[in-house]
């Protein structure tokens, strides 16, 4: 299956209000408190969600994590033996500004996906990746309109952790401008390779699946973030 290029982390250097700078500082130091918790108990982010057995394919833990207050949802799963794993993250609530897409309607009981965390042999985020509509089969919209859903993502229950709920809503969070980003690299590879195909055809193309990608690194993001938001205190 085709893939598209990896970006960096900090290819460029984006503008960010003072607020979202403090929003992703809290969730920085949010995920190092997760982090430090599971490693004093000798446990990964996988172990809390799939246990030491692991099946390709299965939706970990059964059943999904799903807030009902806030409409977000994930899952861990692995599509192969050798690989690691990654969280696909969801939305289940109408987006605002949500309109006709290519003649496809917003569908209220589609989950919106945001993005995926890869993880490696550790269980440690690796990277995120957006993927085509057909993978997660998803209620698609465009890139501008999940945007604007990131903020909502919030996983406040018990089930199957507080630690692990707290790992993955902290890390949307954390990298909420490089999410963005790749939403927009997702519709412009989309774009690109659907110009010459029917109508809607690209979404349901099996030979692209993933279609934006971004190796990520958690300590030199809080750090990153820790230096613009003194920059703009001082602003």
Not at 39 to 44: H, N, Y
Not at 65 to 78: E, I, L, N, P
Not at 138 to 151: C, D, H, I, K, N
Request: contains cysteine.
């Amino acid at each position: 299956m085709e893939q598209c290029a990896p970006r960096d982390q900090w290819g460029e250097r984006t503008e960010l209000s003072r607020g979202l700078l403090a929003e992703m500082a809290g969730a920085g130091r949010q995920f190092l408190e997760v982090r430090h918790a599971l490693t004093s108990l000798g446990r990964t982010i996988v172990e809390e969600l799939a246990g030491d057995r692991i099946e390709p394919y299965i939706h970990y833990p059964r059943g999904d994590v799903y807030d009902a207050d806030s409409g977000a949802q994930y899952y861990f799963h692995t599509h192969r033996p050798a690989e690691y794993g990654h969280i696909h993250t969801f939305l289940r609530r109408r987006p605002a500004g949500a309109s006709d897409y290519r003649g496809e309607r917003p569908d209220r009981e589609r989950p919106f996906h945001l993005v995926a965390i890869g993880l490696d042999c550790r269980g440690e985020p690796a990277d995120l990746f957006t993927t085509n509509r057909w993978v997660t089969a998803e209620g698609w919209q465009p890139a501008a309109v999940v945007a604007g859903m990131l903020s909502c993502f919030r996983i406040d229950c018990d089930q199957p952790s507080p630690a692990a709920n707290m790992w993955v809503t902290s890390l949307v969070t954390l990298f909420r401008p490089q999410i963005i980003r790749l939403l927009a690299d997702r519709d412009a590879y989309l774009e690109q390779r659907g110009s010459r195909l029917p109508a809607g055809l690209i979404y349901e193309d099996r030979e692209v699946e993933v279609t934006s990608r971004m190796p990520i690194d958690v300590d030199r993001q809080i750090a990153e973030v820790r230096l613009r938001l003194e920059g703009a205190r001082l602003a």
